[in-house]
Each structure stands twice: as C-alpha cells, then as structure tokens.
C-alpha cells in the first residue's frame, strides 16, 4: 500500500501562483503513475496532471500553459506548479497512485492509492 500525504494549499488571489506537494511512501517501488485532481463545489472530480514513472506527462487540454508537474524521486514527491491562477481553479487538490499489484494467480491488478488532498482557494 501506498501512502500519500498532500500539502501546500491555501488561499491565494487570482493570478498568483501556488505549487502543491505530494509526498508517498509505503510500497514506492511499485508506484507506476502519479496524478493530481482537483474536485471543485458541485461538481465531479477530474484529472488534472499526470507523471508516470517513466516521467511522461499529461496536463489537462484547459490547463496547458499554467499548470505543470514534476517529481523528486530522492524525495519520493510529485510537485503541482499552478500559475496565473483563476476563482475557477478553486478546489480541493488530491492525488493519487497508480501501482501494478501481481496477484497469486499471476494476474496483474492495478491499485489506486489517494491523498486526503488539500483545499485551494482563489478570491476574485
């Protein structure tokens, strides 16, 4: 299992900027892919950036140019860059872990393991 613990959330106005961290631990080495998500009042959680470990990249289509990520494998941490931030970037910030998981069968299972997040704020 895989333990993720979120932080650097808070209130900021807009177009400031505001980098979250993600720090695992636990069984690390089967993590394959890491990805951030946000889920705003009232509305579905989605995917907002994701790094796996061969270090591709995915970025949301609506947040290419502001958002980015990054990781430090010494530090076992996936980093969210947000700038130029927006009242609608307002959101509770999660990630999560993908990791392969061999079943006594052979078969192969994909676990997701998830951060409690941390709330993001942006004042108008």
């Known amino acids: 299992q895989v333990q993720l613990v979120e932080s650097g959330g808070g209130l900021v106005q807009t177009g400031e900027s505001l980098s979250l961290s993600c720090a695992a631990s636990?069984?690390?080495?089967?993590?394959?892919?890491m990805t951030w998500h946000r889920q705003a009042p009232g509305k579905e959680r989605e995917a907002v950036a994701g790094?796996?470990?061969?270090?591709?990249?995915n970025i949301a289509d609506s947040l290419k140019g502001r958002f980015s990520i990054s990781r430090d494998n010494a530090k076992s941490t996936v980093y969210l860059q947000m700038n130029s931030l927006k009242f609608a970037d307002t959101a509770v910030y999660s990630c999560?872990?993908?990791?392969?998981?061999?079943?006594?069968?052979?078969?192969?299972?994909?676990?997701?393991?998830w951060g409690r997040g941390t709330q993001v704020t942006v004042s108008s």
């Open positions: 790094i796996t470990r061969g270090g591709d990249i």
């Open positions: 636990g069984n690390i080495e089967r993590i394959t892919a």
């Open positions: 999560s872990a993908d990791s392969t998981i061999i079943l006594p069968t052979g078969e192969y299972e994909v676990r997701r393991d």
